[in-house]
């Protein structure tokens, strides 16, 4: 079965990263000086660490109302739930991103506003940068990293910016990320929270490269195809549970340091060819499927994503002929529930959440392997059309 994404790890990989495990690093500050210029740049373990840390350096009330979208990780609710804020729900608009119109509504109510680029689509940076006045803004980059709005890059825009390295994340390091400080008045604040946080010692960094290179080969192609005859329906229902907030704090694993170092050189060539594998199945079949996609000349796209009618049955075709597609957030509605939200407060969402489908593009993928992908979703849509929403 082709993987959704890339988890490969190889025995070399590992070896050597065990040999450096008792040394420090740090991510390349050259490296993200020439991507943020102007900003300061933290490692965090995490994504909803980062966010965590970021909000607590905006010195907001102890029941400050945080402004989010819906369809997001149940991590980053988590997260903001964690300090006792609110979430305040804004819905989205067909870029799966925050719904400009609904935020006009509710931004007088709003402490704090988190902006998703969801599956590497820009929000609508220069709308919102009009709405929000001096509300403090965090941008979520999980899906973004190495992508641009109007060739500026993501990260950039608002105060705060977190990036993910995480597992299915490009670059897909299995951990930690980077907290981009635009506005540096946050930085003296975030430079002591950050450096006060433990570093995980030599035992708990092995078990972290055992759990790597287990997941490389549950997510090879054999093993993706184990999986999945093994575990069936209960595969395509995964993920119902909210992500709780970590017990502890901590600072990022050192060797993501020594993989961040290894692949960082080939970043931008790997970034251009998973856009050129996306395009590759945007273009053949954008006829038969509403696709949503970043509409920018350069830049990664984290994953191919269409919206239809017929999600589940389009999900177990390709599955059943071999292509590891996603329900991406599928229970996000559930998710919301959990954290406050109310039926009918973001009509979009509702509506659209349950007809999302991901499949992959990512840097593995050969040409055989994206034939086969058109040539499936060609097949699907001649049984079952329209598949047009």
């Known amino acids: ?18 040999k450096r495990i008792q040394s420090r690093g740090r991510f390349d500050k050259p490296y993200f000086t020439t991507l943020f210029p102007q900003a300061d740049v933290f490692e965090i373990s995490s994504a909803r660490v980062g966010i965590k840390y970021a909000l607590q350096a905006f010195q907001l009330n102890d029941h400050a109302r945080i402004g989010v979208q819906p369809f997001t990780c149940s991590s980053v609710l988590a997260a903001i739930a964690s300090l006792g804020y609110t979430p305040v729900f804004i819905d989205i608009d067909r870029s799966l991103t925050i719904d400009c119109a609904d935020l006009v509504r509710k931004v007088d109510s709003l402490d704090a506003l988190l902006v998703t680029h969801m599956f590497s689509n820009p929000a609508d940076v220069r709308q919102l940068r009009k709405l929000v006045g001096r509300l403090p803004i965090i941008e979520d980059c999980a899906h973004a990293f190495l992508t641009s709005y109007d060739s500026q890059p993501l990260g950039t825009f608002f105060d705060i910016a977190v990036f993910s390295f995480g597992h299915g994340k490009f670059p897909a390091l299995g951990d930690g990320g980077v907290l981009v400080v635009n506005t540096t008045t946050y930085s003296p604040f975030l430079s002591r929270a950050l450096s006060n946080l433990p570093s995980p010692n ?17 997510y090879s192609r054999f093993g993706y195809s184990l999986l999945y005859s093994l575990l069936k329906k209960k595969w395509s229902d995964k993920g119902l549970q909210v992500s709780r907030y970590p017990a502890k704090d901590r600072l990022p694993y050192a060797v993501v340091h020594h993989l961040f170092d290894a692949v960082r050189p080939a970043l931008p060539a790997l970034a251009s060819q998973q856009r050129r594998n996306a395009f590759q199945l945007i273009n053949r079949n954008r006829h038969s499927f509403d696709f ?8 990664c796209i984290f994953s191919v994503v269409l919206i239809t009618r017929h999600r589940d049955a389009l999900y177990d075709f390709l599955i059943e002929r071999g292509i590891g597609a996603g329900k991406h957030f599928q229970h996000a509605l559930s998710w919301a529930t959990t954290f406050g939200y109310s039926h009918g407060d973001c009509p979009s969402f509702e509506y659209l959440q349950d007809k999302l489908i991901t499949i992959p593009c990512h840097t593995g993928l050969t040409d055989q392997d994206l034939e086969k992908i058109n040539l499936v979703l060609r097949d699907f849509a001649l049984v079952a059309p329209p598949v047009i929403c």
């Not at 079965?1 to 065990?18: E, H, N």
């Not at 708990?204 to 790597?212: D, G, N």
Request: net charge positive.
């Open 1 to 18: 079965m082709i993987p959704r994404f890339d988890y490969s790890f190889s025995a070399g990989a590992v070896w050597q990263l065990l």
């Open 202 to 218: 030599a035992l708990k960094q092995t078990w972290f490269l055992a759990k790597k290179s287990v997941y490389s080969v549950l």
């Open 292 to 299: 949503i996609y970043p509409r920018s000349d350069d830049g």
